[in-house]
């Protein structure tokens, strides 16, 4: 499973991005979702989708931050709302089909005051 995350760059506090995850595999029925992991910090959980669709997210982000997905374009997005300077991190697209763990290659997000 190839994973292409954009959509990273720098914004202000308080601001929006939305970041995109292409997937080269269906993104039905598979736990797919985002991490972040900054600079000194173990890679943490942003928001997922369960294998029956439901949505977790991190403590940190809800209220904030949304995940949604097309199934026809295999793509799954993360809407970021109120941006905080401690969402500063590399994003990484995660996917897993009960057999192995994908990773694509991260996309950058820095927030500024």
């Known amino acids: 499973v190839q994973l292409q995350a954009s959509g990273g760059r720098s914004a202000q506090a308080g601001g929006s991005l939305r970041l995109t995850c292409q997937a080269s595999e269906t993104t039905r029925g598979v736990i797919v979702g985002w991490y972040r992991q900054a600079p000194g910090n173990q890679r943490e959980l942003v928001a997922a989708?369960?294998?029956?669709?439901?949505?977790r997210y991190g403590d940190s982000v809800k209220g904030r931050f949304t995940i949604s997905r097309d199934n026809g374009k295999k793509q799954v997005y993360l809407q970021m709302y109120n941006l905080e300077v401690a969402d500063t991190a590399v994003y990484y697209c995660?996917?897993?089909?009960?057999?192995?763990?994908?990773w694509g290659q991260g996309t950058q997000v820095t927030v500024s005051s």
């Open positions: 995660h996917y897993n089909d009960e057999v192995n763990d994908y």
């Open positions: 989708f369960r294998r029956d669709g439901s949505a």
